[in-house]
Each structure stands twice: as structure tokens, then as C-alpha cells.
T-cell receptor
């Protein structure tokens, strides 16, 4: 079946602008995660949704970052007043608890460049 | 705070050789995952390790977990060029659903 999809694949914006990144999880997966990966590093956790609610947003770096998942499927990560330091690849993952464990399947990512 | 350390960070090896990548973590967990990432691509799930002593094998790769030592290993047997990629281990915090990743091991297999 279809995997996790993310759009856009690349986003270039100017400092101070607002951006939205979209994630479409694997059908039937109730859990959705956002991670951020900087060059040469492992992904860093941002936020986790179980259904429609954000169960853990402890990784969001500041209040410029916000994410929603209004219908429990597609999620949007929103970044206000972008800064150059926000440049990274934003990865979305989804999981189900089939088998009793939390194997996360990742999308291709959105490469965000803030000029 | 859970910390995950991998070593080496970079590994250049010849085809046909064996090597091991190490993943240490700082707090209790019995759920560990290995992922592969090719340049410019996303992460591909390789292994799920769910208990002390778990061992999984797929082709030339074998992963194991020792929860008492807080250590996982990824062993490469008779490496081939197609294994060149970056390998990440990720630990799931107890009572949490988020994964904490190591910095990755960039593997280059030379002819």
C-alpha cells in the first residue's frame, strides 16, 4: 500500500515568512510524528499525535512552531516568522500498534531552506 | 534525559570484510530500532528489537540488543557496496512513544 507522503518535497522561503508542511500518513495509522533532521545529524523529535490530539509536543523548539491534525489523518506543521536556523529536513512518520510495538514508517521529508 | 550514542560515526571498509556498529543509550528501554538512510532519501526500517537478548538477521546484517548493558550492535558480514548508507539506531523512551536517534554511522564500502 501507499507509504507516508509529504508535500512539498522542497520549500525555499525568506526569513520572516510563514510556511506550512503537509504529511499524509499510512492509511489506518493512528499515531503520527514530526521530526527535524539537520545535516549530518539524526532526526530530532518535534511532536506526536494520537488521533486528533497532540499527545506530546515537548520537542517543538518554540512557539513559532505549531502542528495540527484536525481529522486524525493528514497533519500540517506550521512555522511562523521563519528563521535561517529553521532550515532542515522535516520528516513525518506514522505508526500503528500492530504487534504491540511502535515501528515508525517515515515519509520522504520536506527540505526547508530559509534564506 | 535519554541520550543515544553511536560509534563509529564514519566507517570505510573493504568489500568482503566484517564490522560492527555500536549503539549505547543512557536510560532503561527495551525497544530499539535500526534504520537505514541513503543520501537524500528518507529512513527505511531495518530491525525492531523488543527485548533483552533479541537478535534479528536480514541478509548480511544482524542486530542484537542487550538491555542490561544498554547496548545494541549492528554486525555487517562480508560487506558489499550496496550496503553503503547511513545507519541510525533509535531508542524508544519508556512510557513514551518518541524515538531518540543516534547521530548515525556513515558506512562506505569500497571495492
Amino acid at each position: 500500500g501507499a507509504g507516508v507522503s509529504q508535500t512539498p518535497s522542497n520549500k525555499v522561503t525568506e526569513k520572516g515568512k510563514y510556511v506550512e508542511l503537509r504529511c499524509d500518513p499510512i492509511s489506518g495509522h493512528t499515531a503520527l510524528y514530526w521530526y527535524r533532521q539537520s545535516l549530518g545529524q539524526g532526526p530530532e523529535f518535534l511532536i506526536y499525535f494520537q488521533g486528533t490530539g497532540a499527545a506530546d509536543d515537548s520537542g517543538l523548539p518554540n512557539d513559532r512552531f505549531f502542528a495540527v491534525r484536525p481529522e486524525g489523518s493528514v497533519s500540517t506543521l506550521k512555522i511562523q516568522r521563519t528563521e535561517r536556523g529553521d532550515s532542515a529536513v522535516y520528516l513525518c512518520a506514522s505508526s500503528s500498534w500492530t504487534g504491540g510495538y511502535n515501528e515508525q514508517f517515515f515519509g520522504p521529508g520536506t527540505r526547508l531552506t530559509v534564506l | 534525559e535519554l541520550k543515544v550514542e553511536q560509534n563509529p560515526l564514519f566507517l570505510s571498509m573493504q568489500e568482503g570484510k566484517n564490522y560492527t556498529i555500536y549503539c549505547n543509550y543512557s536510560t532503561t528501554s527495551d525497544r530499539l530500532y535500526w534504520y537505514r538512510q541513503d543520501p537524500g532519501k528518507s529512513l527505511e526500517s531495518l530491525f525492531v528489537l523488543l527485548s533483552n537478548g533479541a537478535v534479528k538477521q536480514e541478509g548480511r546484517l544482524m542486530a542484537s540488543l542487550d538491555t542490561k548493558a544498554r547496548l545494541s550492535t549492528l554486525h555487517i558480514t562480508a560487506a558489499v557496496h550496496d550496503l553503503s548508507a547511513t545507519y541510525f539506531c533509535a531508542v524508544e523512551e519508556d512510557s513514551s512513544y518518541k524515538l531518540i536517534f543516534g547521530s548515525g554511522t556513515r558506512l562506505l564500502v569500497r571495492p
